[in-house]
């Protein structure tokens, strides 16, 4: 029986420890160097920019799913981290309305545990149909903690 060869290791090149590193080289370089202006992205974010305004506009991620409420918040944050203005992500985004049936205390209390555990910029979550009242009750967007309901 052949001994399985060592172990392949895993393709850092993507993995958020890196692209941060990546980032926050370009900054240096650009501090130190003396460029100034607007940033330049790089070849793969640009192309990461355009696949993720790609996959807003026809709702489907790389071309098969259906984007989730979920996916549509993770790459309307990427794209405003990006620099990408809000108005140019209201052209391409089709905001779908909440429906009204829902219990907005529930409500607010998801977004608000969604917020602490991602923490996602507040202009994001209008583009999955959050109004800024519900964030304001869930404590998002520097309006005041989060109320936490109390056991007692």
Known sequence: ????GP???QNK???PEAVEKRRVARLFNDVLGGVSGSPQRDGRTEKRRQRLLKELEEGLARGKRELKPIDVLLRVNELLQLG???AQLRKVVKVRPIEPSLDADALADVVGRLHDAYGFLPEAYRFVG???ELLARAGVGGQGKRKVKSTR
């Open 1 to 4: 029986m052949a001994k399985p």
């Open 13 to 15: 090149r993507g993995s």
């Open 130 to 132: 959050i109004s800024d």
């Open 7 to 9: 172990a392949k290791p």
């Open 84 to 86: 990408e203005p809000v």
